[in-house]
């Protein structure tokens, strides 16, 4: 854990990550269209973030109607703004939640069970001293089956169900350490979910998974869908 640790701070010290300059423009163009046209919902300004965006809560109800996410026992959330609300849900649903520490500065993942938490806590849990206060950090040698992957995008292509994030490669490690936990494999099928308000529509990409295994899903807004990502960036 240590020498993982290590090489955090030593990947952002470094200012290292995925910013190969395609991405970054990409990323720049989301970001500030989205400050602009008051998309963006706090922390702002959005730049360098997974953004949160004006309903963004509304993706919660979204997900919660998915039918892998009725089946999942196990879901893994990332610790973004813009997913707090599907945090909860998790929750709510009496699921298990998996959430990675914020930007593994401090461990690895914490799972927050919704049998110990006060029903009228579960907001509070799924913030980040929430988490500090009911979360239980767990090693990568802990055996558990992931059912669900939610994370955050800055933008994903829905041609293809390529994704980019916020460039620190984050979600990429995260994934590793699944993989490397048995928590997931190769079987993995991918959907990307934006959100829904009066103004937009529902999307959903599915590549469905021959042997079965884990969902993928993404909570973005209408404005993150790009058709300039490809598929093997």
């Excluded at 914020?102 to 988490?131: H, N």
Aim: neutral net charge.
């Amino acid at each position: 854990m240590a020498a993982h640790m290590k090489a955090v701070e030593e990947a952002e010290a470094a200012g290292s990550g995925d910013r190969g300059a395609w991405k970054w423009k990409i990323r720049q163009r989301i970001w500030d269209y989205m400050e602009e046209n008051d998309i963006a919902a706090n922390p702002r300004p959005v730049h360098h973030r997974i953004p949160n965006f004006v309903n963004a809560e509304l993706t919660a109800k979204q997900v919660a109607a998915l039918p892998e996410f009725q089946s999942a026992k196990w879901v893994k959330v990332n610790p973004d703004r813009p997913q707090s609300e599907v945090r909860a849900t998790v929750l709510r649903s009496g699921k298990m939640l998996l959430v990675p520490q914020p930007r593994l500065r401090t461990g690895f993942f914490s799972v927050l069970d919704p049998a110990k938490i006060p029903m009228d806590k579960y907001g509070y849990a799924c913030t980040q001293a929430g988490v500090v206060a009911f979360g239980e950090p767990i090693d990568l040698d802990a055996k558990l089956k992931v059912d669900m992957v939610i994370i955050g995008s800055v933008a994903v292509n829905p041609a293809n169900g390529a994704r980019i994030g916020k460039g620190e490669g984050f979600a990429e490690l995260e994934y590793g350490m699944l993989r490397l936990m048995g928590a997931i494999d190769d079987t993995t099928p991918v959907a990307w979910k934006k959100n829904i308000s009066r103004r937009f529509v529902p999307y959903v990409i599915c590549v469905p998974s021959a042997n079965g295994g884990v969902e993928v899903v993404s909570c973005i807004h209408d404005c993150q869908l790009v058709d300039d990502i490809p598929s093997a960036p």
